[in-house]
């Protein structure tokens, strides 16, 4: 293959998929590892690519290496959080078992839960506080504790969480995509977050719509295996798809 024609399919792999890895490149290219990381250094130069660590995305992907503080997060988007999270909390019903995942929209979501038959188990240790001071049975995993994010991780927060079933549950997202789904920068978190909706029925992504088709380090959960709560939409693409609950 002609080193215009393999640089031309890169690009066009890389716009239909959003994003791709150089090992992904390397197979259906049949080229060399170095052949590869040479070509995106090239396309990223003329800005038809963004270069990212193991592979590239689509120019109009916004990537995420690292997770903004809860204190950056809390004053962005503040109205639309609050819809989101009001129509979250409307749709959990007495005695349900529910997960809240560590985030600011999820915290927002306790203002509005009145019932006291529902538990919860949640590794935000400010969203266990506030609901622990409402008068909910809350239980939190044990673990590493992630300061910027307020939550708990690692390999002993989601061995614990083994032993959970639960009807219904919330998470955030860094970035959310048609193609790659859910992510979010940190692997310690995605592993929380994809081991709790693995224990769970209802899954629902709760998130303003300024996470749409952007995309973070570490996927958890493909696209079409959880519903979306969100406001405004502007992307079109997203309009039509069927997971999608705009509020």
């Given at each position: ?9 890169i690009v066009s792999i890389i ?116 609901l622990s001071q409402a008068g ?112």
């Amino acid at each position: 293959m002609l080193t215009d024609e393999r640089l031309n399919r890169i690009v066009s792999i890389i716009e239909d998929k959003h994003s791709v890895t150089v090992q992904e490149l390397m197979k259906t290219l049949d080229a060399s590892e170095s052949t590869i990381r040479r070509d995106l250094n090239s396309l990223d130069a003329e800005k038809k690519i963004k270069r990212v660590f193991g592979g590239a995305v689509a120019v109009d992907v916004v990537f995420h290496s690292k997770d903004d503080s809860v204190l950056i997060r809390k004053q962005q988007n503040i109205e639309d959080k609050m819809k989101i999270a009001q129509y979250a909390a409307s749709i959990i019903q007495p005695d349900d078992f529910v997960y809240l995942d560590a985030g600011t929209t999820t915290e927002l979501m306790i203002d509005f839960i009145t019932d006291k038959s529902i538990t919860f188990v949640t590794n935000g240790f400010s969203l266990a506080k506030k609901l622990s001071q409402a008068g909910f049975l809350t239980y939190m995993p044990g673990g590493e504790v992630k300061y910027p994010t307020e939550a708990i991780v690692g390999e002993e927060a989601v061995e614990s969480l083994s032993k959970y079933n639960f009807t219904i549950g919330f998470w955030g997202t860094n970035g959310i995509d048609l193609n790659n789904g859910f992510s979010t920068p940190d692997v310690k978190e995605a592993l929380i977050k994809k081991a709790s909706m693995k224990r769970t029925e209802r899954r629902y992504i709760v998130s303003d719509s300024s996470k749409f088709s952007e995309l973070s380090c570490v996927n958890f959960c493909s696209f079409d295996n959880a519903v979306v709560i969100t406001t405004n939409l502007k992307d079109k693409k997203y309009k039509q798809c069927k997971n999608i609950t705009e509020v």
